[in-house]
């Protein structure tokens, strides 16, 4: 592990901030590293309001797609609510599918089949469009990349309304309206929006024309918060606010659907970090094992038996989903090993048997043993498709764009990404994206990085200091859980390892004049002998509450550890 202490922010901002909120130095730095520098700033980021949304019509096309909508309704026209199956896709089709029927009873839902479709807009879509006589696809989560199927539409009398935030290709499809903040001459003010928080934005100009405001869509921002978390987007701005008051929804009044899957879980109160590694899986799992349709069903459904029932089938599957991704990881550590490659610059493997609903998963997987790019390939129809996961401050876009001679079709994020390619071109693809990866990376970034927001001492953690520290929540990428480090630490003797293999560490350390906290290294097992027989140590960790048998107390959740 790399670790890496922020720069400590401008003294005398840092004092004047303190002197303005009546905080601590350490708090303020923390704030200064989030780019808030003054008391209403500071106010905005505390208390995140439904007022600071912007308006919707500052993105371009706004105002056309709310004009086809219109003129759809008033026409009696079916329309198609089309979206990709994971998190962010299938939350996307159950907002604006819900939010539409409550105006207008033509609206119908289509998730593309991963197997036989794809990522994305399809073909065979657009052509279930024509036969069932739908004359306009709302596509959401997808469709920025998608000129040829759009003009194909056209061409047969469907028009598109695009609402999408990956990055746009050199030419934009020729749709009624393309809702994408990351257009180039689009000046709307937040680029970061997920697929949903795009949706939201059209509903909510859809609510406006009615005299509604975003008050009145509050319920619909439990599936904006899990797709939020799910697609790791930044949390600041506009997706802090809508993050913030969706858990509001999640923990109080959530849709039957996401209820179902709650009362699956021992959990009272979910954190955002409860939603990616708890709801967000289950939800993807009907997209990667069966399909799209069902976690669909599951969000739109108003019946509480009922959504109980799909969410116990969607359980089923995730536990599928488990399973295969295990044993596809440990295939393709051994198919590394078997190649002689785990000095490479990048991962890049391939089974024609492999699933493809979790070979993104396994990507992700990879990185934790070999952490550098990687690509997990499996066979899809005649062509070979792979997801692609990247390590921090590395652009895996950027570099599948210089290899873009051997790909049929790619699109995603700076982290992740999707892709497809002939199978003839795999292994000249693998040479080249190892090249221009070695030409590019720079050698550090190949150790995972542990950023430390400040040096603290044991005696600074207060219990008035950790009711601070909670209202930055909800966490996330430009966000993160502030990360600590703290020198000459001392374990009182009682450190051992546990858990039932004993991979994990459990110690309880002092510091001169400071209370004693618990501290707890998952998989940090082999690292007792580093705090032996009080030898002073330093750690690495972040702050969170330990309930037990009724009683809740602080403890270290350590990241590292080191002599």
């Not at 550590?333 to 993104?360: A, C, F, S």
Request: net charge negative; glycine share 6%; aromatic share 10%.
């Amino acid at each position: 592990m790399r670790w890496t202490l922020k720069p400590k922010p401008d003294a005398k901002k840092r004092e004047a901030l303190q002197n303005a909120l009546q905080v601590d130095p350490v708090v303020a730095t923390l704030l200064l590293q989030r780019g808030i520098e003054t008391f209403e700033e500071a106010k905005a980021f505390f208390r995140p309001s439904l007022d600071d949304l912007h308006d919707p019509y500052l993105m371009k096309d706004m105002d056309k797609a709310v004009a086809r909508i219109e003129l759809a309704m008033a026409n009696k026209e079916n329309i198609l609510v089309y979206g990709d199956y994971d998190v962010d896709g299938t939350t996307s089709v159950a907002l604006m599918a819900s939010y539409l029927k409550s105006k207008y009873n033509l609206v119908y839902t289509y998730i593309p089949n991963r197997y036989d479709e794809g990522y994305g807009v399809s073909f065979k879509g657009v052509n279930f469009a024509l036969e069932n006589n739908f004359t306009l696809i709302i596509a959401l989560d997808c469709g920025i990349k998608s000129v040829d199927k759009v003009a194909h539409a056209k061409s047969l009398g469907i028009d598109f309304i695009i609402c999408d935030h990956h990055r746009p290709g050199d030419e934009i499809p020729d749709a009624v309206a393309v809702l994408d903040p990351k257009q180039e001459d689009c000046t709307y003010p937040y680029k970061e929006l997920c697929g949903c928080g795009v949706g939201f934005k059209l509903i909510q100009a859809l609510a406006q024309k009615d005299g509604k405001t975003a008050e009145d869509l509050i319920d619909y921002l439990d599936l904006v918060a899990t797709a939020i978390g799910a697609d790791i987007v930044p949390i600041n701005g506009e997706n802090r606010i809508l993050a913030y008051y969706g858990l509001m929804v999640i923990n109080s009044n959530p849709r039957p659907g996401i209820k179902a899957i709650l009362n699956q879980i021992d959990k009272t109160e979910l954190t955002i970090t409860d939603v990616v590694f708890v709801v967000a899986p289950r939800i993807n799992a009907a997209g990667r094992m069966e399909h799209g349709n069902f976690a669909v069903r599951l969000l739109v459904e108003e019946d509480a038996d009922l959504a109980a029932k799909y969410a116990s089938e969607i359980n089923e599957y995730n536990q599928e989903r488990r399973e295969t991704d295990k044993q596809i990881t440990q295939e393709a550590l051994k198919q590394i090993e078997g190649n002689g490659e785990e000095n490479r610059l990048t991962t890049v493997v391939y089974d024609p048997e492999w699933h493809k609903g979790v070979i993104g998963i396994v990507a992700s997987r990879l990185t934790e043993t070999y952490y550098r790019p990687t690509l997990v390939f499996t066979r899809s129809g005649d062509r070979l498709a792979a997801s692609a996961r990247s390590v921090r401050d590395f652009d895996v876009y950027n570099a599948l764009e210089a290899c873009s001679e051997y790909i049929e079709q790619f699109g995603g994020h700076k982290y992740a990404a999707g892709l497809t390619l002939l199978e003839e071109n795999y292994e000249a693809f693998k040479q080249a994206f190892e090249d221009e990866v070695s030409k590019t990376i720079d050698r550090s970034l190949l150790t995972p990085e542990i950023k430390i927001d400040a040096e603290i001492n044991l005696e600074d953690i207060t219990p008035k200091f950790y009711r601070i520290l909670k209202q930055f929540a909800p966490y996330g990428p430009n966000n993160m859980t502030p990360v600590f480090m703290t020198n000459n630490l001392t374990d009182t003797g009682f450190g051992k390892q546990v858990g039932e293999d004993k991979t994990h560490l459990r110690l309880t350390v002092t510091q001169p004049k400071s209370n004693s906290f618990v501290c707890i290294g998952f998989g940090m097992g082999d690292k007792l002998d580093v705090v032996s027989d009080k030898k002073p140590f330093k750690a690495v960790y972040s702050i969170d509450e330990n309930e037990w048998q009724g009683n809740v107390s602080l403890q270290l959740k350590l990241r590292d550890i080191q002599e």
